[in-house]
């Protein structure tokens, strides 16, 4: 119970957080955020010495009470609204039954009352309460509905798809599986997302804990030191290049190049705020146990897989040189449910760039009603129709087979690809973080509106273009 024991302590103006939080420069609610991501790995040592083997019928009240001490240390009272949500969606599957009409149930009430939340707990900047869990807990409740209805369809010999399969159920959770699932406490507060069914395969023992403890033990280690990394670096990144330099006056007054590049590498380390908790939260679940994903072989080895939890590639991040890259490496489980229960739901629209515009403009409405947030997927939007169509076509080119045949331009295409996507990723990423119109348009205006002009006119201006001159080659 450290949570209720911190709580107690700020209660008695004896809590050590509030000092440390001016000392190294972040607020209560980040230093408190952090303490909380942190003690899922003691937790997770804690459940597997005194918990797993010797309480086993008490695993699931473990997830429930360490949950609840978490986030009662973090939004106090205000943890009841991370409640409801699964009141409703348990007696919805209760009264309804899994299908259709559960799903839409789930959709709407879901995302309305994150939304309304938003709307109560909103400013201007990034705030801690309790919509920061809840926004995690909107997609797991969203895609547990659609894994029941999936469940019912099996059951009736319906075809389903690979991903489907894995995670559908046949049977509904009960009511403290539920909760355990909401509240379990290495991924409540940021995440990662994860389906019911490998939580229900999770405490059932489905997967191999004792044979490969020392396998993920060492993985999780390796995550919890990275994650440190990224933290650290986060901290310097966000130092030497700062938001409020960007929306100055001097800043206006640096050359156009230096902006953008400055911009660029703004967004690359403000990123590691988002992989730095990732990377620490995956190392709890792997503590735990909870990503085992399966095995593969290896050099005629056959061995476990545990990245089922993962939410970030960083190899693929660090050495992007598209903006699919980006989409592939960050954010992984948000992704792929956005892929499964989201665009692949939309095929009957018949129109692949109308379900990705709607994908999108869900994930805008799931992070909030500033319209930032629409303006960044907007631009995800943008560049990835232009990205796409643009590599079709060039990449059947002779030409641009030989330069990258060409060890010396490959070197120059590779520095040219990277520096184009920190740049716009930088613009991409400004609105999502200043959130109001009047802050990301001035800040635009600084950078002469670099982006649209780049990538708004690809369908009636470069592209004829480029195909003209393609033909001619």
């Given at each position: 119970m450290w949570g209720l024991f911190l709580s107690l302590l700020s209660w008695l103006h004896l809590s050590p957080v509030g000092y440390f939080a001016d000392l190294i420069g972040t607020t209560e609610p980040g230093l408190k955020l952090l303490i909380s991501i942190l003690m899922g790995y003691p937790l997770a040592i804690v459940y597997h010495k005194y918990v797993r083997i010797q309480y086993k019928e008490h695993r699931n009240n473990y997830f429930i009470l360490t949950g609840f001490d978490m986030a009662f240390y973090n939004f106090g009272i205000s943890m009841f609204h991370n409640i409801i949500p699964a009141v409703v969606m348990y007696v919805s599957t209760m009264v309804l039954g899994p299908g259709k009409k559960n799903v839409i149930v789930s959709l709407i009430f879901n995302m309305g009352y994150l939304l309304i939340g938003y709307v109560v707990t909103e400013s201007e900047d990034y705030d801690i309460t309790w919509t920061m869990p809840h926004c995690v807990l909107t997609l797991k409740l969203i895609a547990l509905s659609f894994d029941l209805w999936d469940g019912k369809k099996m059951s009736k010999g319906e075809e389903l798809s690979a991903n489907a399969k894995k995670t559908a159920l046949t049977t509904a959770p009960t009511f403290l599986e539920l909760i355990g699932f909401v509240y379990f406490p290495a991924c409540f507060l940021v995440g990662p997302i994860f389906s019911f069914r490998r939580y229900s395969d999770y405490i059932n023992d489905k997967f191999p804990l004792d044979k490969e403890e020392d396998v993920y033990n060492k993985q999780a280690m390796t995550r919890l030191i990275q994650g440190m990394i990224y933290l650290i670096a986060f901290q310097v990144g966000?130092?030497?290049?700062?938001?409020?330099?960007?929306?100055?006056?001097?800043?206006?007054?640096?050359?156009?190049?230096?902006?953008?590049?400055?911009?660029?590498?703004?967004?690359?380390?403000?990123?590691?705020?988002?992989?730095?908790?990732?990377?620490?939260?995956?190392?709890?679940?792997?503590?735990?146990?909870?990503?085992?994903?399966?095995?593969?072989?290896?050099?005629?080895?056959?061995?476990?897989?545990?990245?089922?939890?993962?939410?970030?590639?960083?190899?693929?991040?660090?050495?992007?040189?598209?903006?699919?890259?980006?989409?592939?490496?960050?954010?992984?489980?948000?992704?792929?449910?956005?892929?499964?229960?989201?665009?692949?739901?939309?095929?009957?629209?018949?129109?692949?760039?109308?379900?990705?515009?709607?994908?999108?403009?869900?994930?805008?409405?799931?992070?909030?009603?500033?319209?930032?947030?629409?303006?960044?997927?907007?631009?995800?939007?943008?560049?990835?129709?232009?990205?796409?169509?643009?590599?079709?076509?060039?990449?059947?080119?002779?030409?641009?087979?030989?330069?990258?045949?060409?060890?010396?331009?490959?070197?120059?295409?590779?520095?040219?690809?990277?520096?184009?996507?920190?740049?716009?990723?930088?613009?991409?990423?400004?609105?999502?973080?200043?959130?109001?119109?009047?802050?990301?348009?001035?800040?635009?205006?600084?950078?002469?509106?670099?982006?649209?002009l780049f990538f708004l006119p690809w369908a009636f201006a470069y592209k004829p273009l480029l195909l003209s001159v393609k033909n001619r080659l």
């Open positions: 966000v130092t030497v290049f700062s938001m409020k330099y960007i929306q100055s006056d001097e800043f206006w007054d640096a050359g156009i190049f230096y902006r953008h590049l400055y911009c660029g590498l703004w967004a690359h380390f403000a990123l590691y705020k988002y992989i730095s908790c990732w990377l620490l939260t995956e190392a709890s679940c792997i503590r735990f146990g909870l990503s085992y994903n399966g095995s593969e072989k290896d050099d005629d080895k056959v061995v476990s897989k545990w990245d089922g939890c993962s939410n970030i590639k960083l190899l693929r991040f660090e050495f992007a040189t598209k903006f699919q890259h980006y989409i592939d490496s960050f954010n992984c489980n948000t992704n792929h449910f956005a892929a499964e229960y989201i665009y692949k739901r939309l095929k009957f629209l018949g129109d692949r760039n109308l379900s990705q515009g709607c994908t999108l403009l869900f994930l805008a409405l799931w992070h909030g009603t500033r319209s930032g947030y629409y303006m960044t997927f907007f631009n995800e939007f943008m560049i990835m129709y232009m990205e796409k169509e643009f590599e079709s076509i060039i990449s059947k080119t002779n030409i641009y087979k030989r330069m990258w045949a060409n060890t010396a331009i490959s070197y120059a295409l590779y520095f040219l690809l990277k520096l184009y996507t920190i740049v716009f990723m930088g613009w991409s990423l400004v609105p999502f973080d200043v959130k109001v119109f009047s802050k990301w348009w001035s800040i635009y205006a600084s950078l002469y509106f670099s982006g649209f």
